[in-house]
């Protein structure tokens, strides 16, 4: 079987891949080696910026299979029959470390998953937990700089870590799961997702209600002690995942939801926009809709893991976003980031490219025109809207319900202080679900910690951690003290 011919990026033949042309044996490169120059210089831009967060990632292809139809909730395409199947990409990932760092960290994980649905993408960008540690996103960025290396010593900080956490109660409950037996998956396929913002559905009725997606791993729970997360391979996640699909063992997911109408939004005594509260079971039960299964390696890890590009601004008709202040804030910053990272064009790379038709206006920047699209958005007709030309894009209003408008009756633009809210109850809550063992791990991971922070650091956080339960904030200022 005769090998296929190498070339130049621009397609030439190459006919040596191993010698550079020079003056004699001994003498210098000459200025005409220019496939030479064409090696090392894609060789220098062969990487772009990470992540700052959710940097260290696996990701896989897969299948949505819906099991319950919800199209008295929405009008989304891929949510209206049983057995409908919608082809899905998921990216895990731990948060704060970068692309080289271990996967075994104590840290949330990524769980954002991509929906490549007939009325174009949706994207679901969760983690492995159901709440987050801030609910205003303006103190995101200080939240990640106090998780993240010294400036100057670039090592972990606890004292920075804590410190954030003593001025910040709001993060309490999520640190209390952080610091929990579930601060370390043993794998990827061994641990829940969540969309962790709430978002909205709308039905052909123009009826909203508010909705958390979930997604509960088939394979069981499995988490590792620090001890045992020492001893893992640094990319031990990542290859247990690839490993299992290449074998056939596809890992799956039980697809639930819970649901809040509007009218109980109004009055339940929980802010359901909250991203530091969980909805109660008891008053909002999950129901399973579907199943979604991972059953497909990448081919490129850089084309398709590294360029995937999730986006909570990715939404579809009869999906739509919330009043969660944290949401909000992602659904600007998230596409920013990606048009920062991989270019303004990022959404006609196969990876992100929707599955369906796609029709705009946008023209030019970096790498436009790629063919991927089965529409074009890069041809020869006009470039503006509104138009005389019939074969080009316009906004559909046929058979299309608009989301419904969102009631803000007496709101006033200003500055909320919710100093004063409950930040205790459901972090004790959790605390006292626990078991004894899971107490103690508990315990022992915030001390190992918040021992090496100051005595002003420590004694705010053993104050708050009373506050939501008086045996947890005395087991843990006893761990500091031994």
């Known amino acids: 079987m005769s090998k296929t011919t190498l070339t130049t990026s621009a397609g030439a033949p190459v006919t040596d891949d191993n010698n550079s042309i020079s003056a004699g044996e001994r003498g210098p490169l000459t200025f005409d080696n220019h ?5 090392l210089a894609h060789f220098n831009r062969e990487r772009i910026p990470e992540r700052v967060v959710h940097a260290r990632g696996t990701g896989a292809y897969g299948t949505f299979t819906l099991s319950k139809s919800l199209k008295d909730h929405t009008i989304a395409d891929f949510l209206q029959s049983e057995g409908e199947q919608t082809e899905v990409f998921l990216r895990f990932s731990t ?37 987050f540690f801030l609910r205003d996103p303006i103190k995101f960025p200080d939240f990640i700089h106090s998780q993240k290396k010294n400036p100057r010593t670039n090592l972990p900080d606890p004292q ?9 109660p709001q993060s309490l409950h999520q640190m209390t799961i952080l610091m929990s037996d579930r601060g370390i998956p043993a794998s990827y396929r061994h641990m829940h997702g969540f969309s962790s913002h709430t978002l909205s559905f709308w039905n052909a009725q123009g009826e909203r209600v508010w909705v958390k997606w979930h997604f509960k791993s088939n394979q069981g729970i499995k988490t590792l002690t620090d001890d045992e997360a020492m001893t893992r391979p640094a990319f031990g996640a990542q290859q247990d995942l690839v490993e299992a699909i290449d074998r056939g063992d596809y890992p799956s997911w039980a697809v639930k939801l819970q649901i809040m109408t509007e009218e109980q939004a109004a009055s339940y005594h929980i802010n359901p926009f909250d991203l530091t509260k969980i909805w109660p079971h008891k008053d909002f039960p999950l129901q399973e809709v579907g199943t979604l299964e991972l059953n497909r390696n990448v081919e490129n890890y850089f084309a398709e893991t590294e360029q995937a590009a999730f986006a909570p601004s990715n939404l579809v008709p009869g999906v739509g976003a919330s009043p969660d202040k944290m949401l909000q804030a992602r659904l600007l910053a998230y596409q920013d980031a990606h048009r920062y990272r991989v270019g303004v064009n990022h959404n006609q790379l196969p990876v992100n490219s929707p599955r369906c038709p796609v029709n705009n206006y946008q023209r030019d ?5 790629c063919p991927y699209h089965s529409g074009s958005v890069q041809g020869s007709g006009a470039n503006f809207y509104p138009n005389d030309r019939a074969a080009d894009g316009a906004p559909d209003v046929s058979d299309h319900v608009p989301e419904p408008p969102l009631a803000l009756s007496g709101a006033a633009a200003t500055r909320y202080d919710t100093s004063d809210d409950d930040h205790f109850t459901q972090a004790g809550d959790l605390y006292r679900l626990m078991n004894d063992d899971q107490k103690r791990q508990l315990v022992g991971n915030i001390a190992g910690g918040l021992s090496q922070a100051d005595a002003s650091v420590q004694e705010r956080m053993v104050a708050l951690i009373s506050r939501c339960d008086a045996d947890y904030g005395a087991q843990v200022k006893a761990a500091i003290n031994a």
């Not at 920075?160 to 910040?168: C, I, K, L, P, R």
């Not at 920047?365 to 025109?369: F, K, L, R, T, V």
């Open 160 to 168: 920075a870590v804590y410190e954030f956490w003593a001025n910040h």
């Open 35 to 39: 496939y030479l120059f064409e090696k």
């Open 365 to 369: 920047g970096q790498m436009a025109g």
């Open 95 to 131: 948060v704060g470390g970068g692309q080289d760092s271990s996967d075994y960290a104590r840290d949330p994980r990524g769980f954002a998953v991509k929906f490549y649905t007939k009325q174009g993408n949706l994207d679901v960008v969760g983690n492995n937990t159901p709440v």
